[in-house]
């Protein structure tokens, strides 16, 4: 055998790295791409070990403020609790782009985009339903609450998974389909006498200071405020550079526009700062001036034609008066108090910024309309300007501005040129307004974005600007705002997510509910005479025992008026139709069935099983109004409290007695 000779050249090296690189491959695939996975765990570690440290400081902070009664005190660890806050806001959201690796549909991925402002979810604390569920179960409903320990764990992982939702549509349907479970909670176990006892903590999404409450109705509102923060994440998220992504984020805030509306109608004595109606009233017009904001960025894309089209130019400047207006009415919601102690300080020199900026990029537009156009064209831009410039929204007659824009080129450009000193003054406003809150981030597109649009305007102006120019330059009057397409605020639409009522096997809501009170009798055994079994049934789930035939074998077993069917031959029938029971009661034979039924009783008296009590057959009258008939069907309205419609029953029909053999 002869050795195989050895390799120590200058290629050697060469050799042995591409010798492992495939090894690598072989073994477990690009050694690049396991470099930048395990880069990638290492920053995901990172971070969840920031998240940690914070929730520790959190809890801390938590227990200070709660303790302590000290009134300066509790200032301070309230603005450490905010620090706090803002800080795992700013983890989380780092947090998730990394699960998702990366931001690929976030704005700018397809060019430069003025950030929005998205609002963080309220956080909240783990809850144990199983004991209060259980004995509520037992103790109303008379069924054993144990067997219903799978229907209970169903509700604790929803709650759970909403806790954290992903930033998608699949989050959203996630967050609906939890609220719709808690409206059909809030039907089946609570009353105005009693609750579920349960204490639901919360933290606010502004401050972090934590809030508890026990009522269900506020872990529902807290809850649908996370439902209109998640579309404010989803809108930021949005490409806005492109038609279909201004569209969608323009929808997006909408949707949570509509949330917060929803939520300040429905919903009253919050215990937290960030749902009091002052607070959800700016956080909607927040929403619909960012609304407005991607409305005007859908407008402004077709960018190549726009600067030849005078009548495009007039409507964008008016489209971008309407948005500077939008937010300047925010900032004067933001400075009223209490908003103004608790709304951050980076939102409101936002909402400055961009009050500034998109008032100069109404100038900027007006200029370009005046001097964009052809001389030949001026003619048709008069008429044109009469139609659309003059105008304006929501004014009344007497108030509207008579703007006229001049006919000769030569005050055309002159106009158009005080314009444009009103668009630079405006831009530089807007980059020192930002320079004094500037965002603790390595990229800063709004920054990118004001300096770009003061170069565009100073490059027009130079065009403009001619060596002979010794007039007195006139005044750019203001521009009237006004819209196209205003933004309709649109509430979440809860009827698209189909739920299943959780603890359906207690029987129809509109009996089984803790607001009634009922009895179960039986089983009672009941025999088939020559007349049938003496009663009369009506209606569905459950099915009414309309009448009872005095000295028939109905009344002989103590059934009575008003009963509703529960059971038949030991079978569960809460949710059977009216031709069901009666198809099981026909194939009976003389021997007879057992029933079980339940019996409405006043309210002082709680429900038990056992021998006949009086019907308070003034509530039985109900079954006039009908009652749901599925449990996978029905889906609850979208409100923290609501009324169900009525549906007419089925008319009863006697029973006969089965053919003689």
Not at 183 to 207: E, K, N, Q
Request: with cysteine; hydrophobic share 40%.
């Amino acid at each position: 055998m002869i050795p195989e000779e050895r390799r120590d050249g200058p290629g050697a090296g060469e050799e042995s790295t591409r010798l492992q690189a495939a090894d690598s491959v072989r073994k477990g695939g690009d050694p690049l791409a396991q470099m930048q996975r395990g880069r990638l765990q290492s920053r995901r570690a990172r971070v969840h070990q920031q998240i940690s440290k914070e929730l520790r400081m959190r809890a801390g902070a938590e227990n200070l403020y709660r303790a302590t009664s000290n009134t300066r005190v509790r200032e301070t660890v309230a603005l450490e609790l905010s620090y706090v806050n803002s800080s795992l806001q700013l983890l989380k959201e780092e947090l998730e782009e990394l699960d998702c690796g990366g931001d690929t549909d976030g704005p700018g991925s397809g060019g430069i985009a003025v950030p929005l402002i998205p609002l963080g979810l309220k956080e909240t604390q783990e809850l144990d339903w199983s004991t209060a569920l259980r004995e509520l179960i037992s103790g109303h409903f008379g069924e054993d609450g144990t067997t219903y320990e799978a229907e209970i764990r169903e509700l604790s992982n929803l709650r759970q998974a909403m806790r954290t939702p992903s930033r998608s549509e699949a989050g959203l349907e996630l967050l609906m389909s939890y609220y719709n479970q808690l409206c059909l909670l809030d039907a089946r176990f609570v009353s105005p006498a009693r609750g579920l006892g349960l204490l639901f903590h919360w933290y606010d999404s502004l401050t972090g200071v934590p809030a508890q409450q026990r009522s269900l109705a506020f872990e529902k509102g807290s809850v649908l405020f996370n439902i209109g923060a998640l579309h404010t994440q989803i809108g930021a998220r949005q490409d806005r550079t492109c038609p279909g992504g201004a569209s969608c984020a323009a929808e997006a805030f909408q949707r949570a526009a509509g949330a917060f509306s929803l939520l300040r109608e429905k919903f009253s004595q919050a215990p937290s700062p960030d749902m009091s109606p002052a607070s959800l009233c700016v956080l909607e017009q927040l929403m619909t001036a960012q609304a407005q904001e991607c409305v005007f960025e859908g407008l402004s894309l077709p960018a190549p034609a726009a600067p030849h089209d005078c009548l495009a130019q007039l409507r964008l400047a008016q489209e971008a008066a309407q948005v500077a207006a939008e937010y300047e009415q925010v900032r004067r919601a933001m400075a009223q108090p209490p908003v103004r102690d608790y709304v951050p300080f980076a939102w409101t020199t936002l909402v400055m910024v961009k009050a500034e900026h998109f008032r100069a990029l109404a100038h900027f537009h007006m200029a370009t309309a005046l001097c964009g156009g052809p001389v030949a064209a001026e003619a048709e831009l008069l008429v044109r300007e009469q139609e659309v410039f003059l105008e304006p929204l929501d004014r009344p007659e007497p108030q509207r501005p008579a703007l006229a824009l001049p006919q000769e080129p030569e005050e055309r450009r002159k106009l158009g040129k005080a314009h444009l000193r009103r668009a630079i003054l405006g831009q530089e406003a807007a980059l020192r307004l930002h320079a004094v809150g500037r965002a603790l981030r390595r990229l800063d597109p709004l920054q990118a974005v004001l300096a770009q649009a003061l170069r565009r305007s100073l490059a027009k102006y130079s065009e403009l600007d001619l060596e002979d120019d010794f007039f007195e330059a006139p005044e750019a009057p203001d521009i009237p705002p006004k819209t196209y397409q205003r933004p309709e605020v649109r509430a979440p639409s809860f009827s698209q997510v189909k739920v299943a009522d959780i603890f359906h096997r207690l029987g129809p809501l509109s009996v089984f509910s803790a607001k009634n009170r009922w009895r179960l009798v039986g089983p009672v055994h009941v025999t088939r005479g020559e007349g049938g079994f003496g009663f009369t049934l009506r209606g569905d789930s459950p099915v009414l025992i309309a009448a009872v035939i005095p000295g028939g074998h109905a009344a002989a077993a103590g059934l009575q008026e008003g009963d509703y069917i529960v059971s038949v031959g030991g079978q569960p029938c809460r949710w059977w139709k009216h031709a069901e029971v009666v198809a099981r009661l026909k194939g009976v034979g003389e021997e007879g069935v057992s029933l079980q039924v339940a019996t409405l009783l006043p309210s002082a008296e709680p429900p038990s099983t056992g021998d006949r009590r009086p019907a308070l057959r003034g509530l039985l009258r109900n079954q006039e109004r009908g009652w749901e008939s599925a449990p996978t069907r029905g889906s609850p309205r979208p409100l923290l409290g609501w009324s169900r419609k009525a549906k007419r029953g089925k008319t009863g029909a006697r029973l006969s007695p089965a053919p003689q053999p």
